[in-house]
């Protein structure tokens, strides 16, 4: 099993644990987090934009051309911004924490 956490947009922590083979939009969606994921995976929307922590970037497989052609229209992406919908879980990345983008950030200034 993976572990993954997930910080809410007011900053809330939460834990779960999802099966190997699982698509991040899933998992997150399926916890009541806030992404849309719209187009449900055909990289047409960039509602499921979620923003992978510096470490666990690194170990997920580059993003594709269209999908970095999505993230450039994603609100407040960053150099660690992903579409959750392109993540599908392994067992080595177990930890995974991601930050939903959200109005908080905004209000911070950030
Ligand atoms: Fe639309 Fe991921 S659900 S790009």
């Known amino acids: 099993m ?4 997930f910080i809410g947009t007011d900053g809330t922590i ?8 699982a698509r ?9 987090q806030p992404l849309e994921g719209t187009c ?4 047409a929307c960039s509602t499921c934009h979620v923003i992978v922590a510096a470490d666990d970037f690194d170990k997920l497989p580059a993003p594709t051309e269209d999908e970095e052609d999505m993230l450039d229209l994603a609100a407040g992406a960053t ?3 992903r579409l959750a919908c392109q993540i599908v879980l392994r067992a080595d990345l177990d930890g995974l924490t991601v930050r939903i983008p959200g109005e908080v950030r905004n209000m911070q200034g950030r």
């Open 14 to 21: 939460r834990e779960v644990v999802a099966a190997p083979g």
């Open 79 to 81: 150099r660690t911004s």
């Open 40 to 43: 449900e995976g055909q990289m």
């Open 24 to 32: 991040l939009l899933e998992v997150a969606q399926a916890d009541g």
């Open 2 to 5: 993976t572990h993954v956490r």
